[in-house]
């Protein structure tokens, strides 16, 4: 059984760094995505970020040059850094799992069958 577990959320103000982290278990594929996705109240879900097998990654153009994804295989464990935050930047974060590779739909909620909980992003400004 896959399971999904983000921390690393909290509250920072506005130009702020956090990282995120999402362990990963039951998960053994060696083809696969990992991404990041966020949904702010009243808002559709957003891709932030995705990474496959390869390491090729994907990162929405809204948090292009300031947010980063990234791997240790090692760990089963998914990052996001997150520099120069902004108060749009604020939502919950979840980090999710498919079991074939990213492609071009690497930011599409639809691609991924797998899911965390989600960990709280709040940036103030």
């Known amino acids: 059984q896959v399971q999904l577990v983000e921390s690393g959320g909290g509250s920072v103000e506005s130009v702020g760094s956090l990282r995120l982290s ?3 278990s039951g998960y053994t594929d060696s083809s696969y995505c990992m991404g990041w996705f966020r949904q702010a109240p ?3 879900p957003e891709g932030v970020a995705a990474i496959d097998s390869d390491g090729t990654s994907t990162v929405a153009d809204s948090v292009k ?14 990052y996001l850094a997150m ?3 902004k108060p749009e930047d604020t939502a ?4 999710a799992a498919s079991r ?3 492609g071009e739909y690497a930011l599409y909620t639809t691609l991924f069958g797998y899911w965390g909980q989600g960990t709280q992003v709040t940036v103030s400004s």
């Open 22 to 24: 999402c362990a990963a």
């Open 42 to 44: 009243g808002k559709e």
């Open 65 to 78: 040059g300031r947010f980063t994804i990234s791997q240790d295989n090692a760990k089963n464990t998914l």
């Open 83 to 85: 520099n120069s935050l």
């Open 92 to 95: 919950m974060y979840y980090c």
């Open 100 to 102: 074939v590779d990213c």
